[in-house]
């Protein structure tokens, strides 16, 4: 099961580092997106990254703020978040899947396994 750390409380335009690593498994084997869900708000696709290739997908709000990686020596799949900004706000979870099968990379039904989340705050 995926495991979310870095969330935290930051000021905008600052930035903050998310990690997502899994002890059972070699994250390597998987796609694995980053979602995030606001107060009142649906779950909504951040960032994903394919299992074979690393085709990427950003979600329009965070294209040039947000980078997905794979640490491989460390087993990680990270978030780069720069540029934070008060809608960034929410609870982020990473979520992980073996096989797409055709579905769409970054889409919440697509991820099978989901980790607790992390919270993610942004204010001043």
């Known amino acids: 099961q995926p495991v979310e750390s870095g969330g935290g409380l930051v000021q905008p335009g600052g930035s903050l580092r998310l990690s997502c690593g899994d002890s059972?498994?070699?994250?390597?084997?998987?796609?694995i997106g980053w979602f995030r869900q606001a107060p009142g708000k649906e779950r909504e696709g951040v960032s994903c990254i394919a299992r074979v290739g690393g085709r990427t997908k950003y979600a329009d709000s965070v294209k040039g703020r947000f980078t997905i990686s794979r640490d491989n020596s460390n087993n990680t799949v990270d978030l780069q978040m720069d540029n934070l900004k008060p809608e960034d706000t929410g609870v982020y979870y990473c979520?992980?899947?073996?096989?797409?099968?055709?579905?769409?990379?970054?889409?919440?039904?697509?991820?099978?396994?989901w980790g607790r989340g992390t919270q993610v705050t942004v204010s001043s």
């Open positions: 059972g498994s070699n994250l390597d084997y998987y796609a």
């Open positions: 979520a992980a899947v073996e096989f797409l099968f055709g579905q769409p990379l970054c889409a919440v039904p697509t991820f099978g396994s």
